[in-house]
């Protein structure tokens, strides 16, 4: 069993940061990217940010230069640091990684069960 649990979302006034968690546990043998999206009520869910097991980054452009995604490769856990927040970034942000358990050939996502994100005054 792979487990991905989130945490740090809530409410925040515009203008305001989030620092949001997620940490993939139970049987894993190692991990790709692991990244960011969300979905606000009635649309589409989006990247919002991802990084490989390198370090390697890419952003959402609604996003770029006010969100830093990172990870702690020992920790199995990823950071999305979320400054200069806007009523736009209301959404539900889901964790997801893409990860390889031992003894399979090939890697999965797997996703978090999501955290609520709510900009406004």
């Known amino acids: 069993q792979v487990q991905l649990v989130e945490s740090g979302g809530g409410l925040v006034q515009p203008g305001g940061s989030l620092r949001l968690s997620c940490a993939a546990s139970?049987?894993?043998?190692?991990?790709?990217?692991m990244g960011w999206y969300r979905q606000a009520p009635g649309k589409q869910r989006e990247l919002v940010a991802r990084?490989?097991?390198?370090?390697?980054?890419n952003y959402a452009d609604s996003v770029k230069g006010r969100f830093t995604i990172s990870r702690d490769n020992a920790k199995n856990t990823v950071y999305l640091q979320m400054n200069s927040l806007k009523p736009e970034d209301t959404a539900v942000y889901y964790c997801?990684?893409?990860?390889?358990?031992?003894?399979?050939?090939?890697?999965?996502?797997?996703w978090g069960q999501g955290t609520q994100v709510t900009v406004s005054s």
């Open positions: 997801h990684a893409d990860l390889l358990r031992p003894g399979m050939v090939w890697a999965h996502i797997y």
């Open positions: 139970g049987s894993i043998f190692s991990i790709n990217d």
């Open positions: 990084i490989t097991s390198g370090g390697d980054t």
